[in-house]
């Protein structure tokens, strides 16, 4: 199984454009074996004074892990570029998932990582630091990681992605992820 995660809890961000196209083209590839997670589907529930004790984890944050992290083998992360890093909230989520069964979530697990900016750079920073986070966790990043940059420019008035350049570097990534 491989999740795919939009790793921005903005209502309406322009990430979970990304993380939809690479979704659909993963169903194409493998079927039913792909889900998608969407950090704005968030709730307030994930941030509480206990959410470091596995015995008082929330019940969403017990669902989401035992929904997309433990079943799946491989995590696609699509990750916007906040103050030259990732979203906070994405570092929250795998702090908050790694304190129950931490090994069964991401142990001997791979990822992919894609970075999105409005900018040049394509949340270079932010893949790097990401990857590191994994690499503590145990798990192996691919090293084709994709910075997209200028985001704005790559979508049309509906929000939708039409930049065939860029399509055809997701496309170009998810074949390597498929391999790793």
């Known amino acids: 199984m491989i999740t795919v995660i939009a790793g921005s809890n903005r209502k309406n961000n322009q990430t ?3 993380a939809e196209y690479a979704y659909q083209s993963l169903k194409k590839s493998i079927g039913d074996q792909v889900n998608i997670f969407d ?10 004074d206990a959410m470091y004790q596995k015995d008082s984890q929330s019940a969403e944050v017990a669902h989401i892990q035992d929904t997309y992290f433990i079943p799946s083998d491989k995590f696609w992360f699509f990750v916007p570029e906040y103050n030259g890093s990732i979203p906070g909230i994405l570092k929250l989520l795998i702090d908050a998932i790694s304190v129950r069964d931490g090994k069964e979530t991401f142990g001997n697990k791979k990822a992919c990582i894609t970075g999105i900016a409005s900018g040049r750079a394509g949340n270079l920073r932010g893949m ?3 990857a590191d986070i994994l690499n503590h966790m145990n798990v192996a990043v691919l090293p084709n990681k994709q910075p997209i940059s200028s ?3 790559l979508l049309d008035r509906d929000q939708k992605l039409v930049d065939e350049k860029t399509m055809g570097c997701l496309e170009v990534q998810k074949e390597a992820f498929l391999s790793f």
């Open 16 to 18: 979970a454009i990304f």
């Open 39 to 48: 950090l704005s589907e968030l709730g307030p529930e994930i941030i509480h």
């Open 128 to 130: 790097d630091h990401l």
């Open 151 to 153: 985001i704005y420019k």
